[in-house]
């Protein structure tokens, strides 16, 4: 397993790669740093991220879940930055709306925070609900893509 941190505004971020893809992506730190190719990629697609200059990721990512788990977070990958969206929405894409409670378990699990998007998804009455990274961190995510993209609807995250 390789390893690379990045600091940015909002903490210390672990990136955990393979010798074939990014596994985590985590707020956490690490003493024993051992980067390979695949987390310098990532560690440069985040700073540009953080930099405001990019909101998609290319580096090969690949996390152990259920094929259920899979397609949430294939899914998560396709909400537009600046444009949150909830658990019942979220349910509908997937067509299995019904299946919010087991979504929202698979959003949860997701271990590569940013790269797939999981802070992307709110409560059903705009307020930011569940991120593995703190709530701050996720209203932080949130307006930080809107300011990309250039909207200011951040005051639905209270």
Known sequence: M????????????????DHS???????????????NVLTEI????LEAYFKGENLT??????QEGTPFQQ???ETLQSIQAGYPISYADLSVKLKNPLAI???????GKN??????PCHRVIGSTGKLVGYAGELWRKKWLL????????IGQTSLFL
């Open 101 to 107: 409670r087991a979504i929202a378990a698979a959003n």
């Open 2 to 17: 390789f390893s690379d941190q990045l600091a940015t505004p909002i903490g210390n971020l672990l990136i955990e790669a």
């Open 57 to 62: 990721f290319s580096f090969p990512m690949q």
């Open 143 to 150: 307006e930080h893509e809107a300011r990309i993209i250039g």
């Open 71 to 73: 397609k949430v977070w």
């Open 111 to 116: 271990n590569l925070l940013i790269a797939v």
């Open 42 to 45: 990532a560690k440069t697609q």
């Open 21 to 35: 893809a990014v596994s985590s992506i985590q707020f956490r730190e690490k003493s024993d740093i051992r980067p």
